[in-house]
């Protein structure tokens, strides 16, 4: 029995690999060896930074907040804690945006948070 070459599968394999990697830098984007690793480490990292991406706004959305709550004489753990003592439910991308762009509507929430501590 003849043995049977692996062209066809190997070339699709390859082709399937090639392509994932256009637009990546010198070899890594034409030769095979290269640019499968590249694929497979690109792959992880997006994984890794999907849940990364979560951890960061959230960092950032704390520290908006705190800047807005020390400007009106409170720190960030006060005022979460008064909030949640107020029961105002209202999560911290939504109290980031309104510190930003709505002061008013801020130093209500600072209000509410300073009457229930």
Do not use: C
């Amino acid at each position: 029995m003849t043995r049977v070459s692996a062209g066809y599968t190997r070339r699709r394999r390859h082709k399937k690999i090639l392509k994932e990697s256009k637009g990546y830098r010198g070899t890594r984007r034409n030769r095979f060896k290269a640019a499968a690793e590249a694929v497979i480490k690109a792959g992880a990292y997006a994984f890794r930074d999907r849940k990364q991406r979560k951890r960061d706004f959230r960092r950032l959305w704390i520290v908006r907040i705190n800047a807005a709550a020390q400007e009106r004489g409170m720190n960030y753990s006060e005022f979460i804690a008064g909030l949640s003592k107020a029961g105002v439910e209202v999560n911290r991308k939504m109290l980031a945006e309104i510190a930003l762009h709505d002061p008013v509507a801020f130093d209500k929430f600072v209000g509410i948070a300073k009457g229930a501590g």
